[in-house]
């Protein structure tokens, strides 16, 4: 699910009250799906999660460069296990806040915002979901955010055929608020054959791409990475 929730320091109730509210929702369909009937779920976007601290000390520990204080005070990891929500994860955040910037520019607009990570990749925690990459793209300054990717290995339940076939494309552009547009693209190639006799579901992992502003790809994997939690609200998946 991508979202774009309130915005404003003071507002994280209300954000988190909109996300209980997705995870709630049935997708439109001729039979509506309740997502989290799915087996897999991710929420992604501008989560707009703030840091706890008085203004002057965000900007100062973003002058420092001291991001583990400011992480240590994210509202996000620190108060959704208040609320009623599924149990979510993220992979550990290993790079500056995405918001606010001098629009053209990788200069913090200090003087409108102290500096947060208002843009995240968040799952319901899942044992088939394990995490490969989770960064932001400095180069890219169309905007006051930074945009981020994040790369997992997810393990699906699917119903092969004898012969793998099938190629699957889809493409969907969304412009999201005023300068900002996305293209994102899932592909996964399969061939098919004149045997259309289906063998028992069987388990493969995937890896999924999750890039805001790049391509999104599928492609099939053997391995992956272990998970670990930090013990907050929303758990942290590292590697050992």
């Known amino acids: 699910m991508n979202c774009h929730l309130a915005h404003g320091k003071d507002n994280a109730t209300r954000r988190f009250e909109e996300m209980k509210t997705f995870f709630a929702t049935e997708l439109e369909d001729a039979s509506p799906i309740p997502v989290m009937s799915h087996d897999i779920k991710f929420m992604y976007g501008d989560l707009n999660f703030r840091i706890d601290l008085e203004t002057a000390t965000t900007c100062q520990l973003t002058r420092e460069r001291n991001f583990g204080e400011m992480l240590s005070n ?13 149990i979510l994860s993220e992979a550990p955040i290993a790079f500056p806040p995405t918001y606010k910037f001098i629009v053209k520019t990788s200069d913090y607009n ?15 925690s899942n044992d088939a979901v394990k995490f490969i990459a989770y960064d932001y793209v400095e180069s890219l300054n ?11 290995l997810v393990n699906v339940q699917v119903a092969a055929k004898r012969t793998i076939g099938v190629q699957r494309t889809i493409m969907e552009e969304a412009k999201v608020e005023r300068y900002r547009s996305f293209k994102t693209s899932e592909s996964c190639n399969i061939v098919d054959s004149d045997d259309q006799h289906y ?36 758990r942290s998946t590292g590697t050992e």
């Open 74 to 86: 994210d509202q996000l990891l620190n108060q959704s296990h208040q609320y009623n929500l599924p």
């Open 199 to 234: 063998c028992p579901k069987t388990s493969r992992e995937i890896k999924v791409s999750i890039k805001s502003s790049m391509p999104l790809h599928h492609e099939v994997l053997k391995d992956g990475k272990e998970n670990k939690s930090n013990g907050k609200g929303v």
């Open 142 to 152: 169309c905007s006051d955010h930074k945009p981020i990717y994040g790369v997992y």
């Open 110 to 124: 200090l003087e409108k915002r102290p500096p947060a990570w208002c843009d995240r990749i968040l799952w319901v």
